[in-house]
């Protein structure tokens, strides 16, 4: 579900300042993006069919923790303590290394929507304008919306009947 909200918010973006867009920037981050989005998408869905790796009793009821939300959990939490260090702040890579961040930032794009700090690290050394910057960082991140939600919608007909459709739509 937070993929189609991060998808309609991204399409609306692109609506606003995609014609900034950077085509050679787009290519060579953004093709490995894309690539590695289907990986990481895939291992999600890989990921959310096996079998919990710890249960316990809360409150009466018994839970139990799957290896898809501790994954997520633990990228969250190390998204988390970069975004709040001062060094990751200040870092920008050269261009040099844009393929390796695209290839990056489309693998945590597809595995759990981060995306967005890692783009950020690679591209701000891409030598853009800041409309060239957030334009190209919106087409890039709506190619990575598109292709987790081209792995995601292959699961969806199982579970349809667990989306709350009026939030998405809201």
């Given at each position: 579900?937070?993929a189609?909200?991060?998808?309609s918010?991204?399409?609306?973006?692109?609506?606003?300042?995609g014609?900034?867009?950077d085509?050679?920037?787009?290519?060579?981050f953004?093709?490995?993006?894309?690539?590695?989005?289907?990986?990481?998408?895939?291992?999600?869905?890989?990921?959310?069919?096996?079998?919990?790796?710890?249960?316990?009793?809360?409150?009466g009821?018994?839970r139990?923790v799957a290896?898809?939300k501790?994954?997520?959990?633990?990228?969250?939490?190390?998204?988390?303590?970069?975004e709040?260090s001062?060094?990751?702040?200040?870092?920008?890579?050269?261009?040099?290394w844009?393929?390796?961040?695209?290839?990056l930032?489309?693998f945590?794009?597809?595995l759990?929507?981060?995306?967005?700090?890692l783009?950020?690290?690679?591209l701000?050394?891409?030598?853009?304008?800041k409309?060239?910057?957030?334009?190209t960082?919106?087409?890039?991140?709506?190619?990575?919306?598109?292709?987790?939600?081209?792995?995601?919608?292959q699961?969806?007909s199982?579970?349809?009947?667990?989306?709350?459709?009026?939030?998405v739509?809201a």
């Amino acid at each position: 579900m937070t993929a189609v909200v991060h998808f309609s918010n991204n399409l609306f973006k692109l609506g606003l300042v995609g014609r900034h867009a950077d085509l050679r920037v787009l290519l060579r981050f953004g093709l490995p993006a894309v690539l590695a989005a289907l990986l990481g998408a895939a291992l999600l869905g890989w990921m959310s069919g096996l079998a919990p790796v710890y249960t316990y009793e809360a409150l009466g009821q018994m839970r139990a923790v799957a290896p898809v939300k501790l994954v997520i959990g633990v990228v969250i939490l190390v998204f988390v303590m970069l975004e709040l260090s001062p060094r990751f702040a200040a870092l920008a890579l050269p261009p040099r290394w844009m393929t390796l961040g695209g290839a990056l930032s489309g693998f945590f794009g597809g595995l759990s929507g981060h995306q967005g700090a890692l783009r950020s690290l690679f591209l701000v050394k891409a030598g853009l304008d800041k409309h060239a910057f957030i334009a190209t960082g919106v087409c890039i991140a709506l190619a990575i919306d598109l292709t987790r939600l081209g792995v995601y919608a292959q699961q969806w007909s199982a579970q349809a009947q667990a989306f709350d459709w009026p939030v998405v739509m809201a």
